[in-house]
């Protein structure tokens, strides 16, 4: 009853299913594999956070460019603070408010943006507490320059003056006529009687919407899997029914039926047999 599936027509089939299981076991076991490499980097990045509290603050140059090794380090500069901005929209523990944004002029001749303190509330330029007079030391957690759409940074425009919607040197420099750092701090202790911003781990390293999407992947490859396998054995049921009902005669033997072609030339040599031949025998 099977010895249809060493027709020709069945090598095929049987050649794409041998080939497609094994292809979409591998596709989903790469995107599997996607996810948990983020979610491994998620984990580090945590950690390096929280050691970082603990560490001894380096110089600020000695951690640049900002990594994912030196994120949320402990870094030290030293400068004038001048110009101030504040940073809307910010929730600290479920409580909206808003940074307090300092530039701080470094004697490399490029500014650091420093994030004093967090206040709650919708952003008064009356209320803010103003920055320190002359040379500061300043001492907190290595962050990079934020990215509209990750942690929670929204694209943000038309805000009124004074304010920025991330903190980042491409934002900051179309504001200030210096050489931004590519790169900010947060200060282990707030300025001036505000809340300290916790660091946080470096955009693309969280359990965000393309880790969700890996993981999705995952479960489409393999239900393939499953709808290649359920296929295959339906379309072997089906031509099996069949090569057994056309075996019991219940299905009707297609080559026995005239083709209507040929049909109708029957008919045409019958119809020339039944006229009269001229000469009227």
Not at 175 to 198: E, F
């Amino acid at each position: 009853m099977y010895r249809f599936l060493l027709t020709p027509r069945w090598w095929g089939i049987n050649v794409f299913v041998l080939l497609a299981i094994p292809f979409c076991i591998f596709m989903g076991s790469w995107q599997l594999g996607r996810f948990e490499d983020r979610v491994e980097n998620h984990r580090s990045a945590e950690e390096n956070v929280v050691s970082g509290r603990q560490e001894e603050a380096r110089p600020l140059d000695t951690l640049l460019p900002v990594t994912k090794e030196t994120s949320g380090r402990q870094a030290t500069a030293s400068g004038r603070y001048e110009e101030q901005f504040l940073v809307p929209h910010r929730d600290l523990d479920g409580e909206p408010g808003h940074y307090v944004l300092t530039l701080l002029h470094t004697d490399t001749g490029k500014v650091l943006p420093v994030v004093r303190g967090w206040l709650p509330g919708d952003p008064k330029p009356a209320g803010t507490p103003a920055p320190p007079d002359g040379e500061v030391t300043v001492t907190g957690a290595l962050q990079a320059s934020e990215t509209p759409g990750s942690n929670g940074v929204t694209a943000l425009s038309g805000l009124p003056e004074g304010q920025t919607g991330a903190i980042s040197s491409a934002s900051l420099v179309n504001l200030v006529p210096h050489d931004v750092y590519d790169a900010w701090i947060t200060l282990t202790q707030g300025d001036s009687g505000m809340r300290a911003v916790p660091a946080v781990a470096p955009g693309g390293t969280g359990l965000d919407l393309k880790a969700f999407q890996n993981l999705g992947y995952t479960a489409e490859w393999f239900a393939f899997v499953g709808f290649v396998i359920f296929m295959w054995f339906r379309l072997v049921r089906r031509e099996a029914e069949l090569v057994r009902d056309t075996e019991l005669g219940l299905v009707p033997d297609e080559e026995a039926k005239p083709e209507p072609g040929r049909q109708q030339d029957q008919q045409d040599q019958q119809d020339q047999q039944d006229q009269p031949s001229p000469s009227g025998v």
